[in-house]
Structures are given as C-alpha cells and as structure tokens.
C-alpha cells in the first residue's frame, strides 16, 4: 500500500501520574481546539479492551495491543487528544507532542485522597510523581524535541497550558511530503 497521507492536523498525548490533571486539561483542550479527547481508561472500559481486573491495583489489565488496533484509524486522521497515564506502548508516530503533567507531591497528595485512594495506591503514585517516572518514559519513548513537562498544581496552571497548547495547535503545520 502507498503510504502518502500525512495527518492534517497534529495528535496530542496529555499524560502523567494519576491526579495530575489530565482528563481536566484534555477536555478543556478539547473545547478550545474542537479536537477529539480519547481517555484511554474510558475506552478500555467501553469496548472491553482489557485482560481483566488487577484486584491489587484496582484497575483494569489493558491489553496494549487492542487499544493500539482500535486507534489505529482515528490517529491517522490526526486532531486527537490522547488521555493515559502511560505512553510506552503507542506508536512513536501517533504523536506530534507529548505534554507530561507534574504536580507538587503535598498537592497531588492531597487529591489523591479526595479521590479516595489510600494505602499502597496512594503511596504508590506519589512515589510514580517523586521519581519522575512519566516524564522519563515519555523522554524514553518519544523524540525529546516533542516532549513538554507542565506544572499542573492550580487551576490557573491549567488555563495557562490549555492557552500555550492551543496556540501550538493553531501554528501547527503539516511536515511536506
Ligand atoms: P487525571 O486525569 O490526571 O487523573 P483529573 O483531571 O481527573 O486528573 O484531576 C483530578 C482532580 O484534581 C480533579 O478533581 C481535578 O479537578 C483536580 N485537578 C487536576 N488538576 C488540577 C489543577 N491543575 N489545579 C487544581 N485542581 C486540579
Ligand atoms: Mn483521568
């Protein structure tokens, strides 16, 4: 097959440890570009896209190689904004830019437990935010030119990178082919 059709329009992956804001930045993303937010936890729930439930995590297994197949179409078509707390398993060549969310631990801390994660799901995910662990497997897994770290701690952060992404939106161009 002749592979000549370059996305018009850009693909965005918004990831980051649990809490730091990602669903909340995607959609607002999403309002202010009219693309499309793909939560990643909220797909694999819909179509059954998992190899059950981790009762010690308390989450679903995600079979990577479903989702990869389910998106594959969607993605090619750019203007989507992918929502996940991972990033290894994607293609390389979904994304245009991978924006890593980072909040400060007591912050995050505080709405973990909102949430209502205690015990090892708690402690587990400050420490994923301690030791930097999304924005090394984003560094690892992506070209470091398309990497961006954004404070996520107000919700004044949030308005502004909502403001600097849309922006990098509106001037983005297609690479000639
Ligand atoms: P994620 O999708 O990364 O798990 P959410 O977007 O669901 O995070 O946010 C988790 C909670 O924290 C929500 O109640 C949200 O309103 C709040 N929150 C997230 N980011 C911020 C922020 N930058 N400032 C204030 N509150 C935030
Ligand atoms: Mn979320």
């Known amino acids: 097959m002749v592979q000549d059709s ?7 992956l918004v990831t980051g440890t649990p809490g730091t804001g990602k669903t909340t930045t995607s959609a607002a993303l999403a309002e202010s570009t009219q693309f499309r937010h793909i939560s990643i936890g909220d797909l694999v729930r819909e179509k059954n896209l998992h190899d059950g439930w981790d009762d010690e995590l308390e989450c679903h297994i995600i079979n990577e190689d479903l989702v990869c197949d389910e998106l594959e179409d969607v993605m090619e078509q750019g203007g989507n904004i992918v929502d996940y707390h991972g990033c290894d398993f994607f293609p390389e060549r979904w994304f245009d830019r991978v924006v890593v969310l980072q909040t400060d631990n007591s912050v995050l ?30 560094k690892e897994s992506y070209p470091e030119n398309i990497v961006v770290a954004l404070k996520s701690d107000t919700i004044e952060d949030i308005t502004r990178n909502v403001t600097t992404l849309t922006d990098w939106v509106r001037s983005w161009q297609p690479t000639p082919q």
């Open 109 to 138: 801390y505080d709405r973990l437990s909102k949430r209502g994660y205690t015990g090892a799901k708690l402690t587990n995910n400050i420490e994923c935010e301690i030791f930097q662990v999304l924005l090394e497997e984003a």
């Open 6 to 12: 370059k996305r018009m329009r850009p693909n965005i």
